[in-house]
């Protein structure tokens, strides 16, 4: 007797079977998390893994491995980060039982005045060239988190990153997919061909890719410290480059530049304290958007269900205009954060929502005054670090000071030039920023260190991490491999405001029914193949004593430990 086909198909492939239906029983694909007692590391790139539990190893702590590890991806992911960005961080010190804020940010070009742009007749700062750089905050970074927590020589810490940028990596493969966009965008800027572009194209995945020129300026900072690259050689190249180039950005601007130590603030969500930065960034859009899901009976909706996908959406537009509006550089102007992030203010907000019917336009609540890289390490000692670094719009501004081996960061486009705006361009002041990392703790005690790369993406993904994870009782794999929401078109610091509802993107893994019921709800809804972030968490286990690591697929990410 002849085997029916379909059990000739079962019994030839079963992997596709299993690979389709995992025995956790999620209906999107996923793959266990990593557990390690010593040590946890996750990023974005698995070389920056590996040289961040190569610290740890070493002897050094969670916040050596962090610079390390951030260092490297600054040499293999420039299309995501380097030391002409900006910096943020969380930090729980386990000797002092306490969380940390860093804002290494930097400020607007203090030459450089509003009344430019309207002489020139310039209504938006560009995306690129000489107008929209901004101070790279990175490096002092690295130096105010060593200085305060670190273990290991600032040598040791940065040498591996230098010897990837003179020997060469091979290029992974989403990289490569960016470098090779990137570069052909950037081409026709100063430098960018002889440092990303060798033999007159970018680098193709496997191939590998030098910089000597970025090995060269590290060395430096090695040598002569955070004062080498605000004071020293390096900031006369950049300010002779940018005088050069037409640009505003001089030698004071980097000698005044300086990072903040600020407060993490933080909303209880469902007996957890979920913590984010203060402005510039737009963090406490995530808490916004959790204190008014927490009204909700969330777990039951279920994941993916389309009451759960449009009281999320609804509530991110609510919280996406009090962005708009409020959020600034806290030395220009007050955000009222107290009032932003209460649970009586989420209620009200949570008013305005219509279970049924998706809103084309909503105000910002009456407050009264009062391509980036994600990065998390952990260590045998209890320090967690949650760490963001970023260019802004993938490799940055186009500007890329001769002999240095990188560009500056074009965060200045996020100022508007509306007078009276909270966030409108001044002179040595820092732009909303969309860089954000997050942190979890449970009873006052760490439990999860993670963050959501991706623009206005990042405070939508750590809400929906949170809910994951609280609500639908994922674990920390799954919670970043399940498919994502995104909604654009909301009011934007910059000055745009929202029409007809903006735009809701949904990844595959939704329902058809689903769509359609959202559809008749008013939603716009589109497909994109990518914009929804990158994910890396580690969580502790204080019942185990272990630690687990996450790293999703939609990067070339990389979970370990030891």
């Known amino acids: 007797m002849k085997t029916p086909l379909i059990c000739l198909f079962l019994i030839a492939i079963p992997e596709v079977i299993l690979a389709q239906d995992r025995i956790t029983g999620r209906d ?21 893994t590996q040289v961040a539990l190569d610290i740890l190893k070493k002897g050094g702590n969670a916040i050596d491995a962090a610079i390390a590890a951030n260092a490297v991806l600054g040499v293999v992911e420039p299309t995501g980060c380097g030391i002409g960005g900006d910096l943020f961080a969380l930090i729980w010190s386990a000797d002092r039982g306490k969380l940390y804020g860093l804002n290494a940010s930097g400020r607007s070009p203090r030459s450089l005045k509003l009344e430019y742009f309207r002489e020139n007749k310039i209504d938006k ?29 600032m040598k040791d810490i940065l040498q591996p990153a230098i010897n990837y940028a003179r020997e060469g990596f091979p290029v992974t493969e989403v ?12 081409k026709e800027y100063p430098n960018i061909k002889d ?60 000698a005044r530049h300086h990072s903040e130590w600020v407060e993490p603030i933080s909303t209880s969500y469902r007996g957890n304290d979920v913590w984010e930065l203060p402005p510039n960034g737009q963090g406490i859009a995530a808490l916004e958007i959790l204190n008014i899901l927490e ?46 992030i209460s649970k009586k203010y989420a209620a009200e907000r949570r008013k305005l929502i219509d ?64 007078e009276g705006h909270n966030n409108v361009f001044a002179p040595g002041k820092r732009p909303f920023h969309t860089i954000i990392p997050a942190f979890i703790t449970k009873h006052g005690e760490p439990w999860i260190s993670f963050g959501v790369m991706g623009g206005d993406m990042q ?11 609280i609500d639908f009782k994922m674990n920390l794999q799954e919670a970043g491999d399940a498919p994502r929401m995104h909604h654009v078109g909301s009011s934007e610091p910059t000055g745009e405001l929202m029409t007809n509802g903006g735009i809701l993107y949904l990844e595959n893994g939704f329902r058809w029914e689903v769509i359609q019921k959202l559809l008749s709800m ?38 370990a430990g030891y």
Not at 525 to 533: E, H, S, V
Request: glycine share 12%.
């Open 28 to 48: 999107f694909a996923t793959r266990s998390e990593v557990i390690a007692r010593n040590g946890m590391a996750a990023t974005s790139q698995p070389l920056a």
């Open 125 to 153: 700062i560009p995306s690129y060239g000489p107008l929209p750089v901004s101070v790279p905050g990175c490096v002092d970074g690295w130096y105010e988190m060593h200085d305060m927590l670190g273990k290991l020589p």
């Open 175 to 186: 990289i490569a997919y960016y470098l090779q966009k990137g570069a052909e965008l950037l």
């Open 195 to 254: 440092i990303y572009m060798p033999g007159g194209k970018a680098p193709s995945k496997g191939q590998i890719f030098r910089n000597p020129n970025l090995a060269s300026t590290l060395e430096k900072i090695v040598k002569g410290g955070r004062n080498e690259f605000y004071r020293g050689t390096i900031a006369r190249t950049i300010d002779a480059f940018m005088k050069q180039n037409g640009g505003f950005l001089t030698y004071d601007d980097l």
């Open 295 to 340: 009204g909700y009976d969330v777990a039951s909706m279920g994941f993916g269900s389309a009451e759960y996908i449009h009281v999320f959406t609804e509530a991110k537009k609510l919280a996406f205009e009090d962005r708009a509006k409020y959020y600034a550089d806290p030395t220009f102007s007050v955000t009222p954060i107290s009032q932003l």
């Open 355 to 418: 279970r049924n019917v998706a809103a084309k336009v909503v105000p910002a609540g009456k407050a009264e005054a009062g391509n980036t890289v994600y990065l998390t390490v952990a260590d045998k000692y209890g320090n967690m670090v949650s760490l963001i670094q970023s260019n802004y719009r993938g490799m940055g501004s186009g500007m890329c000071p001769t002999g240095l081996g990188f560009i500056l960061q074009d965060r200045g486009e996020m100022f508007t030039l509306e």
């Open 459 to 469: 405070p939508q993904g750590h809400a929906q991490i949170v809910v994951n994870l």
């Open 522 to 559: 008013g939603h716009t809804i589109q497909w994109d193949l990518g914009g929804y972030g990158g994910y890396q968490a580690i969580m502790w286990d204080d019942k185990n004593k272990v630690w687990f690591g996450a790293s999703e697929s939609r990067k070339d990410g990389q979970a």
